[in-house]
């Protein structure tokens, strides 16, 4: 909801309220200064009393308790649970690296018609120490590797292999801080 000054907010309730049918039409400098006067207006229903007259009612506001957990000790659990978890899961780190996106024309290679615009890391490590090495031409590995991630490079292979390896990797840490997060309060 957009923020308006106070005049502006009761001149649209006015025009609203004749729109449909309620003709009241207070002077809207009194109405303006004894909403003021009030202290929050927010707090305050503006009731018609015939065309020009109206009675202002104080509704009490009730104050929203905050909320009682300390921020500073969510902020420490989580880091806490994070040392215990990449202690133990280093791998995640690796595979997450490797999963980077990375445009090809920065690194200075053609783009044919159909081919993907990024690489990653792998596969450009491959691309470049070891541009021909792939799986055996016609073998069933070859074939299954090109159906399922469209290329026979061993390095091509694995980093496309590896951006799936984050996703699941990414999902098992999301579950396993929230559950670290969850014994930590109870």
């Given amino acids: 909801m957009e923020e308006v000054s106070l005049p502006d907010a009761l ?9 449909n049918g309620l003709w009241f039409t207070p002077n809207l400098t009194h109405l303006t200064g004894d909403l003021a ?45 994070i040392k215990e978890h990449y202690g133990l899961n280093i791998l995640t780190g690796v595979t997450s690296v490797g ?19 990024f690489t990653n890391p792998i596969s450009e490590f491959g691309f470049r120490f070891y541009p021909r090495k792939g799986l055996r031409y016609k073998s069933l590995a070859a074939k299954t590797a090109k159906a399922v991630f469209g290329t026979k490079r061993v390095f091509g292979l694995l ?26 309060k109870g």
């Avoid at 018609?48 to 506001?61: M, Q, R, S, W």
């Avoid at 999963?99 to 615009?117: D, E, M, Q, R, V």
């Avoid at 980093?159 to 930590?184: E, H, Q, T, W, Y």
């Fill in 11 to 19: 001149l649209a309730g006015l025009h609203e309220s004749c729109r």
């Fill in 37 to 81: 006067r009030t202290g929050r207006p927010a707090g305050t229903i503006i009731l018609p009393k015939g065309e020009k007259n109206y009675k202002l009612i104080d509704v009490p506001i009730h104050k929203i308790p905050k909320a009682q957990a300390n921020p500073d000790s969510t902020a420490e659990e989580l880091w806490d649970c």
């Fill in 99 to 117: 999963a980077i996106p990375i445009p090809k024309p920065w690194l200075g290679h053609f783009i044919p018609k159909g081919a993907s615009y």
């Fill in 159 to 184: 980093g496309r292999a590896n951006a799936v390896a984050f996703v699941g990797f990414a999902v098992f840490d999301i579950i396993s801080l929230a559950a670290c997060m969850n014994k930590n």
